[in-house]
């Protein structure tokens, strides 16, 4: 039976980067990239290093350091190969989630479907589920993290039947989709599966369904087929000193879980593709994987890890904060500067890589040696804070093309805001709205938007949320009036909005009262908590403990120019302290304070300190 046909919303929209110049601004800031690569080089002391950063769709900025062949003295450069180890991994998974997007095999069906030796597990629980290709592709299966096969042998590849017979009677660390624990081992037996569903040995499955399309033409997995004057050669140290490795790993069969080799140059094309998958858009999908397929894979599955690393002075703890986890072969992270990042590092033969990918701010950065287990994703963080540094380092707006149903309901809420009519009112207003909300309260916050700005025309959709949610920029007689508007999804009724005012008369009393809050934050006063507060707020201790740790993080703070005020009563100002600046948010009521707010000026909300 076929699926019924697709629906899409009347509402356009396109993401962009809102500056035609960041990809220059953004160059420029890594200025000094050879002299960072060079400086790294050596302090850790290594042969060679690479480092690529792509920025919009192609590799934008390069550095390398040291040689690929120290004994010929041959330098690092844009071609020179390395192998990347356990990074192999995204590629393996890329190829899979290809024949899953072709109908050749499911994600969660059981994985023996597939390889019928997984049979030969032994589970460890009677209510334990049968191992799926989704748990190996997102280290949940169980497996240890490598076989009981040799993977270092140097003297002939691991062999399939070497990889089947790791599974006889081996039994699981846990039961699978319940934890998450790193497997190499999983990801060998990936490579079976795709050999075996393409009907092609895996390293002829890879060139053809990812590498050829990408024209990652330097890609391979046996060192003595790549282009020996390319070949960056592994360097061991011994006694201080780094001695050639000519011995390498012949992963063999198990060599889907970190076996490829690929030169800089190349590696760059696979970042700019991940990254092309966003945003979602209608363009032509032509590329070797479906884009909403590849952003399945950066979803994580699982979160593997919450770190919280104790302040440094003067720094805030929340800098400090990091959530991991894991996606399809990718690895996620989440901090307060970046809400997304996909990565993955490698190690093996005395070779080391890591990459990450900002994927709301088009960049990748990676970095390749063949010197050993250096600190690569430290040196990455360097070059992405250089761009954080220069302003350009931005996510992509959201543009309405096409909104009418939001456009129709401004219209609509602003003739009502100019002329009074609560029949008119309550017929455009959700069920669920109307119950919420009292008519008169929004009367009034309608006839203060009149009062402060004058006459008013809907203006452009300045942030886009969806087809139901939009804010505004108005166009009025007086200031600036930016309208949020909520939509309810089916009905198109009025489900909320909200009004913020900038270039227009303060709340009357707040300078004042805020001026004597921040006063009182540095000198405490129990008569002036009790004169300047009202008895709704917080109780005096509560504020008392608050004001202390404020002061002693922040110093002495002045009051700065008014932000924007909304129809609700806040007043927001700007605060200028000894050690950073804050946005202060007060509300009044009879001239004594009824709510207070501070929080970073420069800091993404959701990781605030209070």
Known sequence: MAPPEQRFSDAAMEERFADPKRTQKLVDALSDMDAVVKEAGQRL??????????IDGALAKSASFGFRDVAAQAPVDDDTLFRIGSITKPFTATVLMKLRDQGKLELDVPAERYLP??????????????????????????????????????????????????????????????????????????????????????????????????????????????????????????????????????LGASEADGGLYVSGRDFAKFVAWELAAYPPRDDLDSGPLRRASVREMHVPERLTLLRVSAPDSGDPWVSKTRAFGVGLAWHTLSTCDFEHVVHHDGLVDHYASS?????????????????????????????????????????????????????????????????????????????????????????????????????????????????????????????????????????????????????????????????????????WSAQGFSSLFAPSFLSEKETRDFAAKYDARHGVCSLGDAIERDGNGWQRFAVSCQHGNDVLSIKLEKDRITGLLLRPKDTDARCEAR
Request: some cysteine; proline content about 4%; charged content about 20%.
């Open 355 to 523: 990459v990450a990918l900002y994927p709301d701010y088009g960049v990748g950065v990676f970095l390749f040696t063949n010197g050993g287990s250096a600190d690569l994703g430290g040196i990455g963080n360097e070059l992405v804070q250089r761009m954080q540094k220069s302003g350009a380092l931005t996510q992509r707006v959201r543009v309405a093309t096409r909104a009418p149903q939001l456009d129709a309901a401004m219209d609509r809420l602003l003739a009502v805001m100019h002329r009074w009519d609560a029949q008119r009112y309550a017929a455009m207003l959700s069920a669920p709205h109307q119950q919420n909300v009292k008519a008169e309260d929004e009367r009034a916050e309608l006839a203060g938007y009149l009062a402060l700005h004058g006459d008013c025309t809907r203006g452009a959709i300045t942030q886009f949320v969806g087809p139901t949610e939009a804010r505004y920029a108005l166009q009025c007689q007086r200031g600036q009036l930016e309208m949020w508007l909520r939509l309810e999804a089916q009905s198109g009724l009025i489900a909320g909005f909200s009004g913020v005012s900038k270039g227009v008369a303060e709340t009357p009393g707040s300078r004042a009262a805020a001026k004597k809050a921040l006063a009182l934050f540095h000198r």
């Open 45 to 54: 002391g290594l042969p060679g290093l690479y480092a690529g950063v792509v």
């Open 117 to 250: 030796e997984l049979s030969h597990v032994r589970y460890p629980t009677h209510d334990s589920p049968r191992i799926t290709l989704r748990q190996l592709l997102s280290h949940s299966a169980g497996l240890p993290r490598n076989g009981s096969y040799d993977s270092s042998r140097t003297d002939r590849d691991v062999t399939e039947a070497e990889v089947l017979a790791s599974l006889d009677d081996l039994p699981l660390e846990y039961s699978p989709g319940t934890s998450y624990r790193y497997s190499n081992s999983g990801f060998s037996l990936l490579g079976l599966v795709i050999a075996r569903v393409a009907k092609l040995p895996y390293r002829q499955a890879m060139r053809a369904l990812l590498f050829t399309p990408l024209g990652m033409t330097s890609a391979g997995f046996d060192p003595d087929q790549l282009e020996q004057s390319h070949l960056a050669r592994s360097y061991g140290k011994k006694d201080g000193t780094w001695l050639l490795d000519e011995h390498y790993e012949r």
